[in-house]
T-cell receptor, first 110, second 119 residues
Framework: QKEVEQNSGPLSVPEGAIASLNCTYS??????FFWYRQYSGKSPELIMS????GDKEDGRFTAQLNKASQYVSLLIRDSQPSDSATYLC??????????FGAGTRLFVKA | GAVVSQHPSWVICKSGTSVKIECRSL??????MFWYRQFPKQSLMLMATSNEGSKATYEQGVEKDKFLINHASLTLSTLTVTSAHPEDSSFYIC???????????????FGAGTRLSVL
């Protein structure tokens, strides 16, 4: 089992829809969780961080964390073609390492 | 937010030459820096982790004599690709993590990356 798992996609959604990206992790004592966006040919940029169970909203983005289920998700409301990118889930584990998932490719159709 | 500057953004070199890539944290002290490599359409691959003032820890399969990492200060780390060959052509990305000041807890901030092409 990989430490951080994501569906590679591509996930295709129409413009204006909600995109839902999911991530599971294996280390139960992980405390910090992040979502990064990576455009093709560019480096990752941080979108959201979440540390506590529940939802955290920032503009069109909502991160959701459920530590009991070892699950973290990212919702993108009113998806735009400019949101088309690869989204990386990252988990800071109990071993003080940040493990990145392989990423989910999102494609927003105009 | 925290800024990580990486230079050069791209470099073309002849086979057998060495290339140095610099990574600087501009507005925070980077206690830990990371070097990644990414091939087209593939995921990030961690090459090594370095803490200021100590030797880098390399991931399995990464040749430490080929990829020399120096983290001499809290704001600067360098990666030198020695005797580069065409198979070393890739996108190299540095990342930095700090522990205080304007940087948030446990977050890694990425440089813009360096595209290396070895002819």
């Amino acid at each position: 089992q990989k430490e951080v798992e994501q569906n590679s996609g591509p996930l295709s959604v129409p413009e204006g829809a909600i995109a839902s990206l999911n991530c599971t992790y294996s280390d139960r004592v992980s405390q910090s969780f992040f979502w990064y966006r990576q455009y093709s040919g560019k480096s990752p940029e941080l979108i959201m961080s979440i540390y506590s169970n529940g939802d955290k909203e920032d503009g069109r983005f909502t991160a959701q964390l459920n530590k009991a289920s070892q699950y973290v998700s990212l919702l993108i409301r009113d998806s735009q073609p400019s949101d088309s990118a690869t989204y990386l889930c990252a988990v800071h584990t109990g071993g003080f390492k940040t493990i990145f998932g392989a990423g989910t490719r999102l494609f927003v159709k105009a | 937010g925290a800024v990580v500057s990486q230079h050069p953004s791209w470099v073309i070199c002849k086979s057998g030459t060495s290339v140095k890539i610099e990574c600087r944290s501009l507005d925070f002290q980077a206690t830990t820096m990371f070097w990644y490599r990414q091939f087209p359409k593939q995921s990030l691959m961690l090459m090594a982790t370095s803490n200021e003032g100590s030797k880098a820890t390399y991931e399995q399969g990464v040749e430490k004599d080929k990829f020399l990492i120096n983290h001499a200060s809290l704001t600067l780390s360098t990666l030198t690709v020695t005797s580069a060959h065409p198979e070393d052509s890739s996108f190299y990305i540095c990342s930095a993590r700090g522990t205080s000041g304007r940087v948030a807890k446990n977050i890694q901030y990425f440089g813009a990356g360096t595209r290396l092409s070895v002819l």
